[in-house]
């Protein structure tokens, strides 16, 4: 068997797109509508505009997102997934279901309804349920 080490093991290359607490945070907003810098901040008390500033360029530099900024105005400015990110919708689905499924979870109907909205939103089908 070949020994994973940090700079072969793809679970660590992985990793080293999401190397900040907000990354996997705005790429969710992002499959759940979200598109603009404030709308990243609307839940989120504790992301300071520099730090959303330099996610936002990773996620860009990662080729995960990609940015347009409107020719008649040029002040907004809307993010996007780009196919590579759109391909986080199974792993943003399994964070989900990881802690939908653990016992303490307040209630079931709560937890069916929250497990249809990412199903729905993500684009995931019928042969990932669980």
Known sequence: MTKLEGNICPVDQSLKLFSKK???LIIRD???GKNRFKEFKEDKPD???KVLTSCLKDLESNGLIGKRTFED???VTEYYLTDEGKRMNKIIYELAMFTLEKDDFPSDNKRDEII???RTTLN?????KK
């Open 22 to 24: 907000w990354h996997i």
């Open 30 to 32: 992002l499959f759940f």
């Open 47 to 49: 992301l300071s505009n």
């Open 73 to 75: 105005n040029s002040k």
């Open 116 to 118: 249809h909205l990412f």
């Open 124 to 128: 995931i089908g019928n042969q990932d």
